[in-house]
C-alpha cells in the first residue's frame, strides 16, 4: 500500500488502526484504544493530539438516523446555475437546512447536494428554492447498499 503521509510525518500502521477504531466509534476512550493497538494510554494520546493538531481528525460526530427523527425522503439533487447566478444559488444552498451535504463537481451540473425532508411535498418546497435560479436534476434515494465509511486507506 503506498505511505501516506502529513505534515508531521508518515502515517504508520498504528495511526491507520487508531483512525479506523475512532471511525467506528468516537467515543471510545483512550485506554480501549490503547489495548487495540498494544500502546500505552499516554502514547495513543500523543498520537491522537498529533493527528487532530494536524488536521487529520478534523471533529468527533455522531451518526443520525434521518428517518428516525422524521425526515424520510432523501434525495440527491444535481444543480445547474444559470448563467451570472452561481453566487446566488451558492447563498440558497447553503440557506437551506434541508441540504445536508454540498460539492462542487466537474461536468454538466456544478453541484450535487444531498438533501433529507419529511415528504416529496417538502421535497418540491425545497427544489423551488433553486428553480428560479438553477436548472435541477433529483434522484430519491431508494436505499444505501455502500453506507458511509471510512477512505479505504484506513481498513485493516
Known sequence: MKRLGYENGAIDEIDR???????????????????????????VSERVKRLEEAGVIKQ???????????LAIAAWL??????????????????????????????????IAKAHVPSVDDLAALID????????????IQSSPVARRAPYVLTV
Do not use: H, W
Request: charge should be negative.
Open 17 to 43: 488502526e487508531l483512525l479506523s477504531a475512532l471511525y467506528e466509534n468516537a467515543r471510545q476512550s483512550i485506554a480501549d484504544l490503547a489495548r487495540k493497538v498494544s500502546l500505552s494510554s499516554p502514547s
Open 60 to 70: 468527533y460526530t455522531v451518526d443520525i438516523d434521518p428517518q428516525a427523527i422524521g
Open 78 to 111: 444535481r444543480i445547474r446555475p444559470i448563467p451570472g447566478k452561481m453566487q446566488k444559488v451558492i447563498q440558497i444552498i447553503q440557506s437551506l437546512p434541508e441540504i445536508v451535504e454540498c460539492d462542487r463537481i466537474t461536468g454538466e451540473d456544478c453541484f
Open 129 to 140: 428554492e433553486l428553480v428560479p435560479y438553477s436548472m435541477t436534476n433529483t434522484s430519491i
